[in-house]
């Protein structure tokens, strides 16, 4: 009985813990600029270190590369992303340094939501599944260039 009982009140702090972040890395619903897909690695021991590649798509396919650093998390995680772009106007505003928030659990399998933010004013929204032994919550800064 004990043991139910914590398991059902651990269960109820997480629901609530990722329900009221939810509002934090959730699109909004209007039609977004482009769209992206990102495949990446990251490592964290309190702070985080992240390298990966991806594909823009905007006005036909771009690719770029991503790399960043961040606080808080521990494991190690490999990352498939997709997600949407607002407030991008131009191609040359989708380079630059992008700063966020993200959250997320991955007990072998799991799910990680972003909303990063460049200095063009560029947001991307991301859904991400995960594969490996990680939690994320915390700030995040990624320098992401086009390739082509």
């Known amino acids: ?13 997480t629901f609530l813990f990722v329900a009221g972040c939810a509002s ?3 699109a909004p619903s209007t039609p977004p600029s482009a769209t992206v897909s990102i495949h990446e690695w990251s490592a964290a021991y309190y702070g985080s270190a992240a390298a990966g590649k991806g594909t823009l798509y905007f006005h036909g396919r771009h690719h ?5 650093l961040g ?5 190690a995680q490999k990352i498939s992303a997709t997600g ?3 407030n991008l106007n131009k ?3 989708f380079s630059g340094t992008y700063h966020g928030v993200s959250r997320g659990l991955t007990l072998i ?12 004013g560029v947001t991307m929204y991301l859904a991400a599944e995960t594969e490996g032994l990680a939690s994320s919550m915390g700030a995040q800064a990624f320098e992401v260039n086009l390739t082509n």
């Open 1 to 13: 009985m004990k043991t139910n009982f914590i398991n059902s009140t651990f269960v109820g702090i």
């Open 24 to 26: 934090m890395t959730q």
């Open 64 to 68: 770029f590369t991503i790399s960043g």
């Open 71 to 75: 606080a808080g998390g521990m494991g």
């Open 84 to 86: 949407k772009v607002y």
């Open 91 to 93: 191609l040359s505003d």
């Open 109 to 120: 399998e799991g799910k990680m939501h972003a909303k990063l933010t460049n200095q063009n």
